[in-house]
């Protein structure tokens, strides 16, 4: 893998493990259920059941992220589903979830592919190389926050709890969303896909997110709960999982982390 040769890998586990988050690798948050290690890049998928065109985009997003967890890593991945088609179930589940992203980035179609906050045209989010590219430049880039989660669950309720470094000062938003880790529609849309996954859910922070300033070298712990979904008729979710970043007023993305209920 060109991302992490194994020798890297080891030195940033190692790292980790001791608690001196010092550089870009040590960003990087396994999952030790798993064995995934996410890696700080968000990739944010705006689709639509009923979106035509929002199919040739999850194959090409699909490709690449089978490319990484042949590796067992991931970048931080969330897909909204816009308000644009009437009869998605996920969106309607979350209408203010999946709107709000929306007009954060003032969508007025899809599919749309963004990562790190830098939105891709429509002919590199069809494209897998261009996607994996992309990828790979934010991974390059170091962050300025890493986020460490942790999550405790009970029959009716979520509570998640974000531990935030920062190597430089933060004056940023902090996003925090429960996603479906893996769902399947009993029927597919128009585009017909039956299979999404990381689709948000429900938000722990408020949808526009939460204001945070946390000073250079400095950490902070947030603490959230929210009740857990009601399931959606007609879809079944096997998992969940929570997505956190930190995104600055122009939109670039100083951390990010992911974590599954288990």
Known sequence: MKIFKNFILFISISILLVGCPSNESDNDNEDSETGISYFPVLVENFTNVDCVGCADVHLALSTVLEYYLENDEMPVVIEFHHLLYPNDPYHNAAADVHDSRGNYYGFTS???????GSVLTLGEA?????IHSKIDSAHAVDKLASISISTTSESD????????SAQDTIISYLYCYLVREKTELDEAGANGLTEYDWVAAAAFTDVDGQSIAIPAGGEETYDFKIAVPEEISGATTEGYAVVAFIQSGDKTVLGAAAKKIE
Do not use: F, G, M, Y
């Open 126 to 130: 069809n494209s897998a190389d261009e």
């Open 110 to 116: 899809i599919p749309q592919l963004v990562i790190d």
């Open 157 to 164: 309720s979520i509570s998640v709890s974000l531990t935030i």
